[in-house]
Nanobody, 120 residues
């Protein structure tokens, strides 16, 4: 059974930091691209950061570049998102995502989400 379990969300003041973690099980973690998405109230879900299955290549949405860092540990089947210099506009539910492309289909899994609130 595939599971993605996020943790680390919470309430933080502007300028503060949080570290989100996602523990994966039930699939070959190292073969999947891992991503963090977020969805704020009234807005569409957006990709925040992705780390690819091969090597350490990453990409980020422009609004978090230089502030957020995604990393993965294939030995522990975890992916993390270090968030620094948080802003109120970073407030959202953050979701862990696993994705793999095959010749005929896309395999994709989602976590349940963790709330991040940036407020004074």
């Amino acid at each position: 059974q595939v599971q993605l379990v996020e943790s680390g969300g919470g309430l933080v003041q502007p300028g503060g930091s949080l570290r989100l973690s996602c523990a994966a099980s039930g699939f070959t973690f190292s073969s999947y691209d891992m991503s963090w998405y977020r969805q704020a109230p009234g807005k569409e879900r957006e990709l925040v950061a992705r780390i690819f299955s091969f090597g350490t290549m990453t990409n980020y949405v422009d609004s978090v570049k230089g502030r957020f860092t995604i990393s993965r540990d294939n030995a522990k089947n975890t992916v993390s998102l270090q968030m620094n210099s948080l802003k109120p506009e970073d407030t959202a539910v953050y979701y862990c995502n696993a994705r793999q492309f095959s010749a005929t289909r896309i395999y994709e899994y989602w976590g349940q989400g963790t709330q991040v609130t940036v407020s004074s």
